[in-house]
């Protein structure tokens, strides 16, 4: 009896479905044939909504619907970080749409290049992927009011 030992480098990869593997991404090869790894499309939104909260004259991401769900969702302690943030992932690139409410008077050209970078940077370094195109939509822009100036007394500031 005859028992064949095969290396990793060997074995053709599977995919779910038990066929082998033809276009395996560049991200999901391991360097070193231990395994591969796979990044879930949500993982990567999640990232660039966070990498998008972080510029100074963002107010909030995503449409009005969006953004009132959003609000249920914080009362609850239950933030969607991927809110106003959609990606399409290939084999070894990502595109990004983000739709964004900006702070009234921060010059929305700069914010929107600003956020457009903190994508690129945060995809790109976390994930090690490709980022070929960061899609921005300014769909609101928000005034303070009196209002909410002294609700926000009461709170500790935003961080910008």
Do not use: C, F, W
């Not at 004259?57 to 969607?80: C, F, P, S, T, W």
């Amino acid at each position: 009896m005859t028992i064949q030992t095969h290396t990793p480098a060997d074995v053709p990869a599977k995919n779910p479905a038990g066929a082998p593997e033809t276009n395996t991404p560049a991200l999901n090869k391991g360097k070193d044939g231990r395994g591969a790894t796979t990044v879930a499309d949500g993982v990567v939104a999640k990232i660039a909504g966070i990498a998008i909260q972080e510029i100074p004259g963002v107010h909030a991401l995503g449409g009005g619907a969006a953004r009132a769900i959003g609000n249920l969702r914080e009362k609850v302690g239950q933030k969607d970080l991927t809110q106003g943030v959609s990606v399409e992932v290939g084999q070894t690139q990502v595109a990004v749409d983000v739709t964004l409410v900006v702070e009234y008077p921060h010059p929305l050209q700069e914010v929107a290049d600003n956020a457009r970078d903190a994508v690129y940077t945060a995809i790109e370094d976390l994930v090690g992927m490709e980022v070929t195109e960061v899609n921005i939509t300014i769909t609101d822009i928000h005034v303070p009011t009196e209002d909410e100036d002294a609700d926000d007394a009461g709170r500790e500031p935003r961080v910008a």
